[in-house]
């Protein structure tokens, strides 16, 4: 699961596109959970990385909405 993050980290949209709909559901728990983690936390990192794995969530969402609209 480890790679899997870093890939998403690193390339977002081609990652998500790659990832089964098990996988996607686990991950859009996983960037939910660590974005409302980050938001109890206010240094400038923090808000960098909170911008990250917003921009992560959002897509994974998107993704999931494109697969099965229903999902959501």
Do not use: G, W
Not at 2 to 28: G, H, V
């Amino acid at each position: 699961m480890e790679a899997l993050i870093n890939k998403i980290y690193e390339d977002t949209i081609c990652s998500l596109k790659n990832l089964s709909n098990l996988q996607l559901d686990y991950f859009y728990n996983y960037f939910k959970h660590e974005y409302f983690y980050q938001s109890h936390y206010s240094s400038q990192e923090c808000f960098k990385d909170k911008k990250k794995v917003l921009k992560i969530y959002r897509s994974i969402k998107k993704e999931k909405l494109r697969r099965l609209p229903e999902a959501i």
